[in-house]
Protein backbone atom coordinates (compact mmCIF):
# COMPACT_ATOMS: atom_id res chain seq x y z
CA UNK A 1 0.00 0.00 0.00
CA UNK A 2 1.37 3.73 -0.65
CA UNK A 3 1.67 6.44 1.18
CA UNK A 4 0.39 9.54 0.19
CA UNK A 5 1.61 12.30 2.25
CA UNK A 6 -0.60 14.77 4.21
CA UNK A 7 0.65 17.86 1.62
CA UNK A 8 -1.26 15.98 -1.03
CA UNK A 9 -4.62 18.04 -0.25
CA UNK A 10 -6.11 16.83 -3.63
CA UNK A 11 -6.82 13.61 -2.80
CA UNK A 12 -8.43 12.28 -6.59
CA UNK A 13 -7.40 14.97 -9.58
CA UNK A 14 -8.93 13.99 -13.16
CA UNK A 15 -6.31 12.98 -15.68
CA UNK A 16 -7.59 15.44 -17.72
CA UNK A 17 -7.26 18.64 -15.60
CA UNK A 18 -3.44 17.77 -15.63
CA UNK A 19 -3.00 16.43 -18.89
CA UNK A 20 -1.91 17.45 -23.21
CA UNK A 21 -3.13 15.74 -26.04
CA UNK A 22 -1.75 12.02 -26.05
CA UNK A 23 -0.27 12.40 -29.86
CA UNK A 24 0.88 15.41 -32.25
CA UNK A 25 -1.88 18.08 -32.60
CA UNK A 26 -1.47 21.17 -34.82
CA UNK A 27 -3.59 24.16 -33.28
CA UNK A 28 -4.30 27.07 -35.71
CA UNK A 29 -5.20 30.77 -34.29
CA UNK A 30 -8.05 32.18 -36.58
CA UNK A 31 -7.63 35.81 -36.18
CA UNK A 32 -11.52 36.60 -37.02
CA UNK A 33 -12.81 40.61 -36.74
CA UNK A 34 -16.27 38.82 -35.98
CA UNK A 35 -15.11 35.68 -33.96
CA UNK A 36 -11.39 34.81 -32.39
CA UNK A 37 -10.95 30.82 -32.20
CA UNK A 38 -8.39 28.81 -32.17
CA UNK A 39 -8.87 25.00 -34.16
CA UNK A 40 -7.12 21.82 -33.17
CA UNK A 41 -6.01 18.89 -35.51
CA UNK A 42 -4.82 15.18 -35.36
CA UNK A 43 -2.03 14.35 -37.67
CA UNK A 44 -2.83 11.37 -39.89
CA UNK A 45 -0.92 8.77 -40.99
CA UNK A 46 0.26 10.22 -44.59
CA UNK A 47 0.30 14.11 -42.76
CA UNK A 48 -3.44 15.18 -43.80
CA UNK A 49 -4.62 17.68 -40.22
CA UNK A 50 -8.31 16.15 -39.16
CA UNK A 51 -9.84 18.50 -37.32
CA UNK A 52 -10.91 17.53 -33.78
CA UNK A 53 -12.05 21.31 -32.20
CA UNK A 54 -12.65 25.02 -32.52
CA UNK A 55 -13.01 26.99 -29.56
CA UNK A 56 -14.22 30.26 -29.71
CA UNK A 57 -11.93 33.18 -27.44
CA UNK A 58 -14.54 35.98 -28.64
CA UNK A 59 -17.37 37.03 -30.59
CA UNK A 60 -19.15 39.95 -31.54
CA UNK A 61 -22.03 40.71 -33.99
CA UNK A 62 -20.50 43.52 -36.04
CA UNK A 63 -16.85 45.44 -35.70
CA UNK A 64 -18.31 48.58 -33.44
CA UNK A 65 -19.01 46.22 -30.71
CA UNK A 66 -16.80 45.67 -28.27
CA UNK A 67 -15.27 42.28 -27.51
CA UNK A 68 -11.71 41.56 -26.41
CA UNK A 69 -11.68 37.86 -27.53
CA UNK A 70 -11.67 38.39 -31.06
CA UNK A 71 -8.75 39.02 -33.83
CA UNK A 72 -7.09 35.81 -32.03
CA UNK A 73 -3.07 36.96 -34.01
CA UNK A 74 -0.91 35.02 -31.65
CA UNK A 75 -0.62 31.50 -30.05
CA UNK A 76 2.06 29.04 -28.27
CA UNK A 77 2.20 25.77 -26.02
CA UNK A 78 2.91 25.58 -22.50
CA UNK A 79 6.32 23.30 -23.37
CA UNK A 80 4.29 20.93 -21.23
CA UNK A 81 1.93 21.23 -24.18
CA UNK A 82 -0.63 21.57 -20.97
CA UNK A 83 -1.87 24.67 -22.48
CA UNK A 84 -1.93 27.36 -25.13
CA UNK A 85 -2.12 30.94 -24.50
CA UNK A 86 -3.22 33.50 -27.15
CA UNK A 87 -3.05 36.99 -27.89
CA UNK A 88 -5.49 39.71 -29.35
CA UNK A 89 -6.20 42.13 -31.91
CA UNK A 90 -9.68 43.59 -31.57
CA UNK A 91 -9.02 47.59 -31.50
CA UNK A 92 -11.48 47.59 -28.64
CA UNK A 93 -12.15 50.71 -26.38
CA UNK A 94 -12.03 47.95 -23.52
CA UNK A 95 -8.80 46.81 -24.38
CA UNK A 96 -7.62 43.30 -25.20
CA UNK A 97 -7.51 39.83 -23.57
CA UNK A 98 -4.35 37.24 -23.28
CA UNK A 99 -6.25 34.02 -22.79
CA UNK A 100 -5.28 30.99 -21.55
CA UNK A 101 -6.85 27.44 -22.80
CA UNK A 102 -6.11 23.80 -21.59
CA UNK A 103 -6.15 21.21 -23.73
CA UNK A 104 -7.15 17.36 -23.02
CA UNK A 105 -5.77 14.13 -24.12
CA UNK A 106 -7.96 14.65 -27.14
CA UNK A 107 -6.81 17.53 -28.10
CA UNK A 108 -10.19 19.38 -27.32
CA UNK A 109 -9.95 23.15 -25.50
CA UNK A 110 -11.29 24.34 -22.59
CA UNK A 111 -10.60 28.37 -21.54
CA UNK A 112 -8.95 28.58 -18.25
CA UNK A 113 -8.77 32.42 -17.87
CA UNK A 114 -8.90 35.63 -19.88
CA UNK A 115 -7.48 39.08 -18.60
CA UNK A 116 -8.08 42.03 -20.22
CA UNK A 117 -4.95 44.39 -21.18
CA UNK A 118 -5.25 47.93 -22.24
CA UNK A 119 -3.33 47.59 -24.90
CA UNK A 120 -3.38 45.04 -27.97
CA UNK A 121 -1.28 41.67 -27.31
CA UNK A 122 0.01 40.90 -30.15
CA UNK A 123 2.25 38.38 -29.45
CA UNK A 124 3.02 35.67 -26.35
CA UNK A 125 5.69 33.25 -25.36
CA UNK A 126 5.77 30.71 -22.73
CA UNK A 127 9.27 31.15 -20.91
CA UNK A 128 8.52 27.92 -19.11
CA UNK A 129 5.43 26.25 -17.63
CA UNK A 130 4.87 29.13 -14.83
CA UNK A 131 6.02 32.22 -16.70
CA UNK A 132 4.34 33.93 -20.22
CA UNK A 133 5.23 36.72 -21.69
CA UNK A 134 2.52 38.80 -23.07
CA UNK A 135 3.73 41.90 -25.98
CA UNK A 136 1.79 45.14 -25.01
CA UNK A 137 1.40 46.89 -28.26
CA UNK A 138 0.45 50.33 -29.32
CA UNK A 139 1.61 51.99 -32.63
CA UNK A 140 3.46 55.25 -31.81
CA UNK A 141 3.28 54.45 -27.83
CA UNK A 142 5.00 53.09 -25.50
CA UNK A 143 5.14 49.29 -25.74
CA UNK A 144 6.09 46.79 -22.80
CA UNK A 145 7.38 43.26 -22.93
CA UNK A 146 5.02 41.92 -19.48
CA UNK A 147 5.70 39.04 -17.62
CA UNK A 148 3.02 37.11 -16.26
CA UNK A 149 2.67 34.05 -13.19
CA UNK A 150 0.35 31.36 -14.49
CA UNK A 151 -1.03 29.45 -11.34
CA UNK A 152 -3.22 26.09 -12.73
CA UNK A 153 -4.39 25.42 -9.31
CA UNK A 154 -6.26 29.23 -9.19
CA UNK A 155 -6.72 29.10 -12.87
CA UNK A 156 -5.04 32.69 -12.64
CA UNK A 157 -2.80 35.11 -14.42
CA UNK A 158 -0.82 37.55 -11.79
CA UNK A 159 1.57 39.90 -13.35
CA UNK A 160 5.11 39.52 -11.98
CA UNK A 161 7.23 42.25 -14.17
CA UNK A 162 7.65 44.53 -17.17
CA UNK A 163 9.73 46.18 -18.98
CA UNK A 164 10.39 48.94 -22.22
CA UNK A 165 10.40 47.17 -25.73
CA UNK A 166 10.50 50.05 -28.21
CA UNK A 167 7.27 51.88 -29.65
CA UNK A 168 6.05 49.14 -32.10
CA UNK A 169 6.81 45.59 -31.07
CA UNK A 170 4.80 42.63 -32.25
CA UNK A 171 6.82 39.02 -32.00
CA UNK A 172 8.82 37.39 -29.10
CA UNK A 173 11.29 34.88 -30.19
CA UNK A 174 12.55 32.86 -26.37
CA UNK A 175 16.33 31.19 -26.69
CA UNK A 176 15.94 27.33 -26.54
CA UNK A 177 19.19 27.15 -24.05
CA UNK A 178 18.06 30.23 -21.67
CA UNK A 179 15.66 32.26 -20.24
CA UNK A 180 15.82 34.97 -22.64
CA UNK A 181 13.23 36.60 -24.82
CA UNK A 182 14.25 38.75 -28.51
CA UNK A 183 11.94 41.03 -29.33
CA UNK A 184 11.49 43.42 -32.36
CA UNK A 185 10.96 46.73 -32.30
CA UNK A 186 10.04 47.41 -35.95
CA UNK A 187 8.46 51.31 -36.76
CA UNK A 188 11.76 53.77 -36.08
CA UNK A 189 13.95 52.47 -33.86
CA UNK A 190 14.39 49.06 -35.62
CA UNK A 191 16.17 47.20 -32.92
CA UNK A 192 16.09 43.80 -31.36
CA UNK A 193 16.05 43.79 -27.43
CA UNK A 194 17.27 40.50 -25.67
CA UNK A 195 15.42 40.28 -22.50
CA UNK A 196 16.30 37.69 -19.46
CA UNK A 197 13.86 36.58 -17.33
CA UNK A 198 15.03 35.23 -13.58
CA UNK A 199 13.43 32.43 -11.77
CA UNK A 200 10.85 34.61 -10.29
CA UNK A 201 9.95 36.06 -13.23
CA UNK A 202 11.96 39.41 -12.92
CA UNK A 203 12.85 40.71 -16.34
CA UNK A 204 15.76 42.81 -17.94
CA UNK A 205 17.11 44.04 -20.53
CA UNK A 206 20.93 42.08 -21.74
CA UNK A 207 21.42 44.00 -24.94
CA UNK A 208 20.13 46.00 -28.01
CA UNK A 209 21.15 45.45 -31.37
CA UNK A 210 20.31 47.73 -34.69
CA UNK A 211 19.62 46.48 -37.74
CA UNK A 212 19.54 48.26 -41.43
CA UNK A 213 16.19 46.87 -41.89
CA UNK A 214 13.29 46.66 -40.13
CA UNK A 215 12.67 43.38 -37.88
CA UNK A 216 9.62 42.24 -38.68
CA UNK A 217 9.18 39.21 -37.18
CA UNK A 218 11.44 36.63 -35.08
CA UNK A 219 12.56 33.29 -34.64
CA UNK A 220 15.12 31.16 -33.33
CA UNK A 221 17.04 28.07 -35.03
CA UNK A 222 16.08 24.74 -32.52
CA UNK A 223 19.82 24.73 -31.08
CA UNK A 224 19.97 28.41 -30.26
CA UNK A 225 22.81 28.68 -32.66
CA UNK A 226 20.65 32.06 -34.50
CA UNK A 227 17.88 34.11 -34.55
CA UNK A 228 16.48 35.29 -38.21
CA UNK A 229 14.76 38.85 -38.65
CA UNK A 230 12.13 39.12 -41.86
CA UNK A 231 12.92 42.45 -43.62
CA UNK A 232 9.62 42.70 -44.61
CA UNK A 233 9.37 45.91 -47.88
CA UNK A 234 11.77 47.09 -46.36
CA UNK A 235 15.69 46.89 -47.59
CA UNK A 236 14.21 46.12 -51.47
CA UNK A 237 11.94 43.73 -50.51
CA UNK A 238 13.56 40.70 -49.72
CA UNK A 239 16.31 40.92 -46.94
CA UNK A 240 16.15 38.40 -44.37
CA UNK A 241 18.86 39.07 -40.92
CA UNK A 242 21.25 36.36 -39.18
CA UNK A 243 22.55 37.27 -35.85
CA UNK A 244 24.85 34.25 -34.48
CA UNK A 245 24.17 33.76 -30.30
CA UNK A 246 26.67 32.61 -28.52
CA UNK A 247 26.30 30.34 -25.28
CA UNK A 248 25.13 33.24 -23.18
CA UNK A 249 22.08 33.88 -25.64
CA UNK A 250 23.87 37.10 -26.72
CA UNK A 251 23.03 38.06 -30.34
CA UNK A 252 26.50 38.81 -33.04
CA UNK A 253 25.18 40.75 -36.85
CA UNK A 254 26.37 38.22 -39.60
CA UNK A 255 28.75 39.27 -42.05
CA UNK A 256 26.48 38.47 -44.99
CA UNK A 257 23.61 40.57 -43.81
CA UNK A 258 21.22 41.23 -45.03
CA UNK A 259 20.80 37.08 -46.60
CA UNK A 260 18.08 37.59 -50.07
CA UNK A 261 14.99 35.58 -50.44
CA UNK A 262 13.19 35.25 -53.89
CA UNK A 263 10.12 35.84 -51.84
CA UNK A 264 8.92 39.58 -52.18
CA UNK A 265 8.52 40.92 -48.36
CA UNK A 266 9.52 37.95 -45.77
CA UNK A 267 7.31 38.52 -43.14
CA UNK A 268 7.96 35.54 -40.79
CA UNK A 269 9.55 32.11 -40.16
CA UNK A 270 9.28 28.55 -38.94
CA UNK A 271 11.96 27.14 -38.58
CA UNK A 272 11.66 22.45 -38.73
CA UNK A 273 12.55 21.21 -34.91
CA UNK A 274 15.51 19.53 -36.49
CA UNK A 275 17.06 22.88 -37.51
CA UNK A 276 18.17 21.54 -40.98
CA UNK A 277 15.66 23.75 -43.00
CA UNK A 278 14.37 27.30 -42.49
CA UNK A 279 11.23 28.53 -43.98
CA UNK A 280 10.40 32.03 -44.86
CA UNK A 281 7.27 33.33 -45.32
CA UNK A 282 6.20 36.24 -47.75
CA UNK A 283 3.24 38.68 -47.38
CA UNK A 284 3.15 40.77 -50.69
CA UNK A 285 3.37 37.43 -52.98
CA UNK A 286 2.06 35.46 -50.34
CA UNK A 287 4.92 32.47 -51.41
CA UNK A 288 6.83 30.52 -48.44
CA UNK A 289 10.26 29.67 -49.29
CA UNK A 290 12.69 27.17 -48.06
CA UNK A 291 16.30 27.50 -47.11
CA UNK A 292 18.76 25.19 -46.41
CA UNK A 293 20.39 25.71 -42.77
CA UNK A 294 24.54 25.55 -42.34
CA UNK A 295 24.85 22.55 -39.21
CA UNK A 296 27.27 24.61 -37.74
CA UNK A 297 26.13 28.19 -38.03
CA UNK A 298 22.89 27.96 -38.95
CA UNK A 299 23.16 30.25 -42.10
CA UNK A 300 20.54 29.98 -44.55
CA UNK A 301 21.19 28.88 -48.48
CA UNK A 302 18.28 29.28 -50.73
CA UNK A 303 17.23 25.89 -51.94
CA UNK A 304 14.79 27.47 -54.82
CA UNK A 305 12.13 25.78 -53.90
CA UNK A 306 8.69 27.66 -53.03
CA UNK A 307 5.06 27.36 -51.92
CA UNK A 308 2.48 29.88 -53.59
CA UNK A 309 -0.56 30.01 -51.45
CA UNK A 310 -2.27 32.66 -53.56
CA UNK A 311 -3.51 36.13 -53.55
CA UNK A 312 -0.94 38.80 -52.03
CA UNK A 313 -1.88 38.60 -48.05
CA UNK A 314 -3.49 35.55 -47.87
CA UNK A 315 -0.69 33.23 -46.54
CA UNK A 316 -0.78 33.51 -42.68
CA UNK A 317 1.61 31.13 -40.46
CA UNK A 318 3.49 28.13 -40.66
CA UNK A 319 5.06 25.39 -38.81
CA UNK A 320 7.22 22.43 -38.93
CA UNK A 321 6.91 18.80 -37.35
CA UNK A 322 8.20 15.59 -39.13
CA UNK A 323 8.03 14.78 -42.65
CA UNK A 324 5.13 18.22 -42.88
CA UNK A 325 4.84 21.52 -42.80
CA UNK A 326 1.71 22.93 -41.95
CA UNK A 327 0.53 26.70 -43.52
CA UNK A 328 -2.17 28.54 -43.24
CA UNK A 329 -4.20 30.13 -46.17
CA UNK A 330 -6.05 33.18 -44.30
CA UNK A 331 -8.01 34.26 -47.41
CA UNK A 332 -10.74 32.96 -49.67
CA UNK A 333 -9.17 36.04 -51.97
CA UNK A 334 -8.39 35.33 -55.81
CA UNK A 335 -8.94 31.37 -55.22
CA UNK A 336 -11.94 30.26 -52.82
CA UNK A 337 -9.89 28.83 -50.78
CA UNK A 338 -9.44 29.10 -46.73
CA UNK A 339 -7.49 26.99 -44.28
CA UNK A 340 -4.70 24.83 -43.37
CA UNK A 341 -2.22 22.67 -45.77
CA UNK A 342 -0.32 20.01 -45.18
CA UNK A 343 3.27 20.46 -47.34
CA UNK A 344 5.52 17.14 -47.79
CA UNK A 345 8.86 18.37 -47.37
CA UNK A 346 11.46 16.78 -49.26
CA UNK A 347 14.99 17.43 -47.09
CA UNK A 348 17.54 16.74 -49.87
CA UNK A 349 16.02 19.30 -52.25
CA UNK A 350 13.76 21.57 -50.06
CA UNK A 351 10.41 20.96 -51.93
CA UNK A 352 7.06 21.40 -50.66
CA UNK A 353 4.56 19.22 -52.13
CA UNK A 354 0.78 19.37 -50.85
CA UNK A 355 -1.01 16.78 -49.56
CA UNK A 356 -4.03 17.45 -50.24
CA UNK A 357 -4.75 19.72 -53.32
CA UNK A 358 -6.95 22.19 -51.36
CA UNK A 359 -6.66 23.48 -47.40
CA UNK A 360 -8.63 21.53 -44.49
CA UNK A 361 -11.10 23.94 -42.95
CA UNK A 362 -10.25 25.05 -39.56
CA UNK A 363 -14.07 26.26 -39.60
CA UNK A 364 -12.19 29.77 -38.13
CA UNK A 365 -12.26 32.97 -39.75
CA UNK A 366 -9.08 34.04 -41.14
CA UNK A 367 -6.76 31.02 -39.93
CA UNK A 368 -3.05 32.59 -38.77
CA UNK A 369 -0.75 31.66 -36.32
CA UNK A 370 0.31 27.75 -36.30
CA UNK A 371 1.79 25.99 -33.67
CA UNK A 372 2.38 22.23 -33.42
CA UNK A 373 2.63 19.91 -30.24
CA UNK A 374 4.61 16.53 -30.21
CA UNK A 375 4.57 14.55 -26.70
CA UNK A 376 8.20 13.95 -28.04
CA UNK A 377 9.24 17.51 -27.21
CA UNK A 378 9.21 16.77 -23.47
CA UNK A 379 12.77 15.78 -24.03
CA UNK A 380 14.08 16.20 -20.49
CA UNK A 381 11.01 15.99 -17.68
CA UNK A 382 13.51 16.64 -14.92
CA UNK A 383 14.70 20.18 -15.73
CA UNK A 384 11.82 21.76 -13.78
CA UNK A 385 12.87 25.35 -14.53
CA UNK A 386 13.23 24.56 -18.22
CA UNK A 387 16.66 26.44 -18.36
CA UNK A 388 18.33 23.18 -20.48
CA UNK A 389 20.40 22.62 -17.38
CA UNK A 390 19.82 19.97 -14.08
CA UNK A 391 20.74 21.38 -10.86
CA UNK A 392 20.09 22.46 -7.44
CA UNK A 393 17.00 24.45 -8.73
CA UNK A 394 15.40 21.98 -10.60
CA UNK A 395 15.34 19.73 -7.24
CA UNK A 396 14.33 22.38 -5.27
CA UNK A 397 11.47 22.89 -7.67
CA UNK A 398 10.22 19.85 -7.18
CA UNK A 399 10.46 19.39 -3.84
CA UNK A 400 7.95 22.78 -3.84
CA UNK A 401 6.26 21.16 -6.39
CA UNK A 402 5.52 17.70 -4.31
CA UNK A 403 5.10 19.49 -1.09
CA UNK A 404 2.03 22.12 -2.97
CA UNK A 405 0.38 18.62 -4.25
CA UNK A 406 1.22 19.58 -7.55
CA UNK A 407 1.04 16.87 -10.12
CA UNK A 408 3.96 18.26 -12.17
CA UNK A 409 5.57 16.25 -9.71
CA UNK A 410 3.87 13.29 -10.58
CA UNK A 411 6.92 11.31 -12.24
CA UNK A 412 4.87 8.09 -12.44
CA UNK A 413 2.44 9.25 -13.75
CA UNK A 414 -0.26 7.72 -11.43
CA UNK A 415 -1.97 11.03 -10.65
CA UNK A 416 -0.59 10.37 -6.59
CA UNK A 417 1.71 12.15 -5.40
CA UNK A 418 4.42 9.32 -2.91
CA UNK A 419 7.77 8.26 -2.86
CA UNK A 420 7.59 6.65 -5.91
CA UNK A 421 7.50 9.85 -7.92
CA UNK A 422 10.36 11.32 -6.03
CA UNK A 423 12.45 8.18 -6.71
CA UNK A 424 11.66 8.17 -10.57
CA UNK A 425 12.59 11.76 -10.31
CA UNK A 426 15.84 11.20 -8.82
CA UNK A 427 16.28 8.62 -11.16
CA UNK A 428 15.78 10.62 -14.17
CA UNK A 429 17.93 13.60 -12.71
CA UNK A 430 20.88 11.00 -12.52
CA UNK A 431 20.83 10.09 -16.17
CA UNK A 432 20.20 13.53 -17.28
CA UNK A 433 18.82 15.27 -20.96
CA UNK A 434 19.82 14.11 -23.92
Not at 94 to 103: A, F, I, R
Not at 163 to 183: D, H, K, M, W
Not at 265 to 290: Q, R
Request: proline residues 5%.
Amino acid sequence: MRFVPTVFVMTVLSTLAHAQSTGPTVFVANNGNLEGSVSSFNIDTDGTPVFIDKLITGARGSTSEDNPGTNTISLDVSPNGRYLATGHATGSFSGDYVSVLEVATDGTMSIVTQLVLPQTTFAVEWVNDEYLAVLQTEVFATNELVIFRFDEGLASLTEVDRIFCGEFATSIARNPNQRILYVNESLTANVIYAFSVDLSGGVSQLQTISLGSYPLSLAVEPGGKALYAAGGISSGRHAVNMFSLDADGFMTSDANNPYTSPGNSPKGFSVHPNGSLLFVEHGTDATLWSFFLDPETAAPTSTGQHFDVGSQGTLGGSAAWGDYLFVTDESTSGDGLRGLYSLAINFETGALTPITPTPVETTGITPETVRVWDPGMLACPPDLVDDGVLDFFDVQTFLQLFAQGNLLADFTGDTLLDFFDVQQFLAEFAAGCP
